[in-house]
């Protein structure tokens, strides 16, 4: 026998034998898998003002994740207070300063993704990464902050709409 014949006698007694089997020798027969799927990610990726970009978490869990696995001590953090909703993260290089352009369109987002959604004045604390704690066997999404300012906004809807048409795939 030459190599493939080889391999086509041996395909042929596999699928005899696989045929042959009890049932449940055949379920255990490991079969081929589909390729993984990607994870998605635990956040959404905007573009703000200057193209910094600006992550919003999608739930309480992914929140956590965002939190204080992604987010660097320098990054600005934000949250629509008093509401709960999505923690939101602006990306800012270290020792860099958060213009007032981006503290804008971060609270937009603060404030759009939370359940102060639709009104037109919205409190969004904001302080840095680094003074956001995480109590011990507090529920996912539930943070303590330390040193936050709060600024008081006023949703502006075309600069939100353009703002969430920046969102990347």
């Known amino acids: 026998l030459d190599a493939e014949d080889a391999d086509d006698h041996i395909e042929d007694l ?39 970009k600006i992550l919003v978490g999608r739930g309480a869990s992914q929140n956590d994740e965002l939190t204080f696995q992604v987010a660097r001590p320098f990054h600005a953090w934000l949250h629509a207070r008093g509401d709960a909703g999505a923690h939101v993260v602006v990306c800012i290089k270290k020792g860099a300063e958060l213009s007032a352009q981006q503290l ?3 609270a937009h987002l603060a404030a759009h993704f939370s359940k102060a959604r639709g009104e037109a004045i919205v409190d ?17 999404g539930m943070v303590m902050v330390d040193k936050e300012k709060v600024v008081q906004l006023r949703v502006e809807p075309v600069r939100l709409a353009k703002l969430l048409a920046t969102e990347e795939a």
């Open 14 to 52: 596999h699928t005899r034998g696989k045929a042959a089997a009890p049932r449940e020798v055949r379920a255990n027969v490991p079969r081929a898998t589909k390729p993984k799927q990607e994870r998605s990610l635990s956040y959404r990726s905007f573009a703000g003002f200057g193209d910094v």
């Open 104 to 106: 804008v369109d971060a």
């Open 124 to 140: 969004v604390a904001y302080t840095y990464r680094r003074y956001v704690r995480k109590p011990r066997k507090s529920p996912p």
